[in-house]
């Protein structure tokens, strides 16, 4: 099963680790350092594009930043969006 983050990016489900609201996650410092150290490894996709990125969503390989809410990604998860 995958889960559509947004301008074509997916991953499977099995491999997500976490998904995170880029605004209140980032007003840690610790998270600041992780998206950073992750940044200079490039492991982090941003497929925002032109827009925003709201969400990140942590996985086993990688680090996608994504212009999807967090509710969204996670109704995804949960109701089975994008399927395959």
Do not use: W
């Amino acid at each position: 099963m995958y889960l559509h983050l947004g301008n074509a990016a997916v991953v499977r489900k099995q491999d997500i680790l976490g998904i995170f609201d880029l605004d209140s996650s980032s007003q840690s410092h610790l998270t600041r350092e992780f998206l950073a150290r992750e940044e200079k490894r490039n492991r982090v996709q941003n497929v925002s594009e032109e827009s925003l990125p709201k969400s990140f969503v942590l996985c086993a390989d990688r680090t996608y930043l994504s212009p999807l809410a967090t509710a969204t990604l996670l109704k995804r998860v949960e109701g089975g969006d994008f399927d395959l």
